[in-house]
């Protein structure tokens, strides 16, 4: 029987793409495994967004390959978006990987280990669309779309992902009672963009209409939409959002920058104007709407005032959360052709100002949940005793902070699990982006993960999918 170990980079919708890798790989009799070195064969999904995720994907790579050489893993399979750009440079410069498949070759990676003698070629049953590929079974990823039709002067997204298609609606609704009957109990949609989905197929289907159908044929508690481009949320979803309450208040749009010259020269559809229109129309509509954005700074021909303008609008706008990231020039983008004329200690310099500010705008706008009755998912024990880690609703996972709950002494903490929702009272903010809050004694249980059939017994699997650092070093 083939062993597998799998490395995943990026962003969620590549831990989707690897959960689809993880149950095709199973349905044709391989077998997972936690330690890399225990693998026949390693296959690392990439990430080449920017430089510093394409300097992750490689160092992944390399230490798999090094793994050969204690001869136990037989094969290196690099597969995925960083792949698809760098195919012939990948070939030339790390001729120890076995296999090189791009995002629009990845059906091939099963031929492969067959035609290489490493896998059987018969499927035994299958388990299903996906297997669980992370740390927490009950916070699932749904990838709605592929691809992006956006013209952003910096962006490579298109290059990798090619153009935008959407998947069908009855298609995805049924991942979705996939995912819940593994035991999810929230599912975050994710995409390049969100809020372009049904465009393209004609079918009177977008995204309202999916989470209507997501509310109404599933039982999933939380179902929260990430990253949408404000040109894309009408009135209507808004409406879809503050009608169900299972839909959480909260929403990640780009705004990359809050100066009008430099969104001109990154080609964003967006100006001032229209970013302050709209966000008082999500806030008028959706009352306690949490709305996270990310910007970019040093962007070429970003000037000082330009920076000042953008650290003033985000002042004025008054986001929940922001994502700062600093320029990085990609091959093969408009923006690559433009002057880098902005130092990398200036990019990093001013992306430590954005976010001393945006700490403190957090930490103000999150005051107005201080002394509010609220359910939280909880995520796992705490470091002392009497506590756990959770996240309420505005805090999405990984990227939004957590919330602290106390369980008082007198309280039985018996029911309280990974996966449940408790109920608490939010007493603080602190460190900025976290609360501290107090149990008050209700609870909901988690669901019970249907079992995974695959033609023997298998439990729902948690591959390490953090970086290359999770090699056994």
Not at 40 to 60: L, M, R
Not at 442 to 469: C, E, F, H, N, Y
Request: aromatic share 6%.
């Amino acid at each position: 029987m083939l062993k597998f170990g799998l490395v995943t980079l990026g962003c969620d919708k590549n831990t989707v793409d690897s959960e689809r890798y993880l149950a095709d790989l199973v349905a044709h009799g391989a077998e997972p495994v936690q330690d890399l070195r225990d693998a026949d064969v390693v296959v690392v999904n990439t990430c080449g967004f920017i430089d510093a995720a394409k300097a992750e994907s490689i160092e992944a790579i390399v230490e798999a390959a090094r793994l050969k050489d204690d001869g136990g893993v037989k094969a290196v399979f690099a597969i995925g978006c960083m792949v698809e750009r760098h195919k012939d440079e990948l070939l030339e410069a790390l001729p120890e990987v076995d296999v090189f498949l791009g995002n629009s070759e990845t059906d091939r990676l099963v031929p492969e280990l067959v035609e290489r003698g490493l896998l059987g070629g018969s499927l035994v049953e299958h388990p299903g669309v996906r297997l669980f590929s992370g740390d927490s079974a009950h916070v699932r990823y749904l990838k709605i779309s592929e691809g992006c039709d956006h013209g952003c002067a910096f962006c490579a997204i298109p290059l990798m992902r090619g153009k935008h298609r959407s998947f069908a609606l009855d298609d995805l609704v049924r991942e979705a009672q996939l995912l819940e009957a593994q035991g999810a109990r929230e599912v975050n949609l994710v995409a390049q963009d969100l809020a372009h989905y049904g465009r393209d197929r004609r079918d009177g289907n977008a995204l309202p209409e999916l989470l209507e159908a997501l509310v109404r044929e599933t039982s999933i508690p939380w179902i929260r939409n990430m990253y949408l481009y404000s040109t894309g949320i009408t009135p209507r979803l808004l409406e879809v959002i503050a009608a169900n309450p299972r839909i959480v208040r909260w929403l990640d749009t780009p705004m990359q920058h809050g100066s009008d010259a430099v969104l001109a020269r990154m080609r964003r559809p967006e100006r001032q104007k229209t970013i302050r229109e709209r966000l008082a129309q999500y806030r008028a509509i959706v009352p306690d709407l949490a709305v996270r954005t990310s910007v970019i700074v040093g962007f070429p021909g970003e000037t000082e005032d330009d920076f000042l303008t953008l650290c003033d609008f985000l002042e004025e706008m008054q986001f929940d959360r922001v994502g700062v990231f600093t320029y990085s020039p990609q091959e093969g983008t408009r923006a690559f052709a433009m002057d880098d004329d902005v130092a990398e200690s200036i990019k990093q310099e001013r992306k430590e100002r954005i976010e001393e500010l945006q700490r403190a705008i957090t930490a103000e706008r999150y005051e107005r949940f201080v002394g509010r009755d609220a359910q939280v998912l909880l995520e796992r024990p705490g470091d002392a005793p009497n506590l756990w880690m959770a996240r309420a609703p505005w805090q999405a996972d990984d990227i939004d902070g957590l919330t602290q709950v106390h369980v008082p002494t007198s309280q039985d903490s018996t029911p309280l699990r990974a996966g449940a929702f408790a109920d608490v009272r939010i007493d603080a903010v602190v460190d900025d982006y976290d609360f501290r809050a107090t149990w008050l004694g209700g609870v909901t249980q988690p669901a019970v993960a249907a079992p995974v059939k695959t033609g023997r017994t298998l439990p729902l699997i948690g591959i390490d999918t953090t970086s290359a650092g999770s090699f056994g070093r």
